[in-house]
C-alpha cells in the first residue's frame, strides 16, 4: 500500500511538472506574439502622420494601467464562479485589509511606469535599430538582478548564453549601408543622447522591477491577478500624476484621448495585455526566459517588416545574429536549473 501510494504520488509530481512546462512554453509563446505585435503597432502609431494631434504618449500609458485593472478584476471575477459577494471580499481582504503587502507594490509599479513612459521617448528620438538593439541590455542587467536579489546561480553555459544572445541580437539589428543612407531625417546630436539615455535608464528599471516583482510574486500565496490589480492601482496614480505634469495644458486644452484612433487603442490593449503575459511568465518561468522571448520576437518582428511592410532588407549579418539567438536559446536550458526552493513556491 505504502508503495503504490509512493507511485501515486510520483505521477502525481510528474503531471504536476508537465502542466508547469506546458504553462511556461505556453505563456513565453503568447510574449513572443504579444511584444512582436506591440512593436510594429507602436512604431507605426509614432510614425503614423494625421491630420489632428498626435496621442500623448502618458495618456496611452495610463490608458494601458486601467485596461489592465480591468481585465484582472474580470479574471479574479471568473476565478470566484462570478460571484459578486466573492469578489468584493476578496478584493478588500487582500488589498484593503493588508496595507503592507500592497504598498510593496509601490516600487515596482512607480519603476514600471518611468519605464513605460521613457520607450515613448527613446522611440520618438531613436531609430528603430538602435532603440532595439540598446532595449537588450535589459537582458543583461535582470540577469545580474536576479543573481543579486534572488540568489540564482547562473552556469557557465547561461552566462556564455546571454554573451551569445547579446552578439546575436546586435548582428540581427545591426544597420545595413541602406538603412543608413534611406534615412530621410536623420537625429541631431542631442535627440540621439536623450533616447540612449532614457533607453539605459528604462534598461536597468526594467532589470531591477523585473526581478523584484518576481521575489514578491514567488514568496507571495496571493494570487498573481491580484498582485497585478495592486501594481495596476499604483501605475494607474503615478501615470495620472505623470500625465498631469508634463501634458496637463495639453489635456486641459483636447483631453486626455486627442489624436487617438484604432491603432492608438490597439497599442494600448496590448501595452495591458503585455502586463498581464508578462505577470505569467515570472510566475511559471523566469525573467531571463522573458528576456529570450523578447529577442526572438524581435527576430520575428524584423522577418514581417521585410516580407509584409518591405521596409527591411535582410543581409548576411541578419542571418547569422539570427542563428547566434537560437543557439543561444537552447544553450540557456542546456544546463540543469537549480532545484527550487519550497518556501518561494
Not at 459578486?84 to 509601490?106: D, F, G, M, W, Y
Not at 536579489?149 to 549601408?177: C, E, F, H, N, T
Amino acid at each position: 500500500m505504502h508503495r503504490r501510494g509512493a507511485v501515486k504520488a510520483k505521477a502525481s509530481r510528474r503531471a504536476a511538472d508537465m502542466a508547469s512546462s506546458q504553462l511556461k512554453y505556453l505563456s513565453l509563446g503568447v510574449l513572443v506574439f504579444q511584444t512582436t505585435s506591440l512593436v510594429l503597432t507602436m512604431r507605426y502609431s509614432r510614425t503614423l502622420q494625421g491630420d489632428g494631434p498626435r496621442y500623448l504618449a502618458s495618456s496611452a500609458v495610463v490608458a494601458a494601467e486601467l485596461m489592465k485593472i480591468v481585465a484582472c478584476v474580470v479574471l479574479v471575477f471568473k476565478e470566484h464562479s462570478y460571484s459578486v459577494r466573492a469578489l468584493n471580499s476578496i478584493l478588500r481582504q487582500e488589498i484593503l485589509h493588508k496595507p503592507v503587502e500592497t504598498l510593496k507594490l509601490a516600487i515596482p509599479s512607480g519603476i514600471y511606469t518611468l519605464q513605460n513612459n521613457l520607450l515613448y521617448v527613446a522611440l520618438s528620438n531613436l531609430d528603430a535599430a538602435t532603440y532595439q538593439v540598446t532595449y537588450q541590455l535589459k537582458i543583461l542587467t535582470t540577469a545580474l538582478f536576479s543573481v543579486s536579489m534572488l540568489g540564482r546561480k547562473l552556469g557557465i553555459y547561461q552566462w556564455l548564453s546571454l554573451l551569445i544572445l547579446m552578439g546575436g541580437v546586435a548582428l540581427v539589428q545591426w544597420p545595413s549601408d541602406s538603412a543608413v543612407s534611406s534615412e530621410k531625417e536623420p537625429a541631431s546630436a542631442g535627440s540621439q543622447f536623450v533616447g540612449v539615455a532614457a533607453v539605459l535608464v528604462a534598461c536597468c528599471s526594467s532589470g531591477f522591477a523585473g526581478v523584484y516583482f518576481e521575489k514578491i510574486l514567488k514568496e507571495s500565496k496571493q494570487s498573481v491577478w491580484i498582485r497585478n490589480i495592486q501594481l495596476g492601482m499604483f501605475g494607474f496614480v503615478f501615470g495620472l500624476f505623470g500625465m498631469l505634469a508634463y501634458d496637463g495644458e495639453r489635456v486641459r486644452e483636447a483631453g486626455m484621448f486627442q489624436g487617438y484612433s484604432t491603432v492608438t487603442w490597439t497599442v494600448v490593449a496590448l501595452q495591458a495585455l503585455g502586463g498581464l503575459v508578462i505577470a505569467a511568465v515570472i510566475k511559471y518561468a523566469d525573467n531571463i526566459l522573458k528576456g529570450f522571448a523578447t529577442s526572438l520576437s524581435i527576430i520575428l518582428s524584423t522577418l514581417i517588416s521585410y516580407f509584409l511592410l518591405q521596409d527591411f532588407e535582410p543581409t548576411s549579418v541578419f542571418f547569422l545574429g539570427a542563428v547566434l539567438v537560437i543557439v543561444a536559446t537552447f544553450l540557456y536550458g542546456y544546463e540543469g536549473k537549480p532545484a527550487p526552493n519550497p518556501s518561494r513556491a
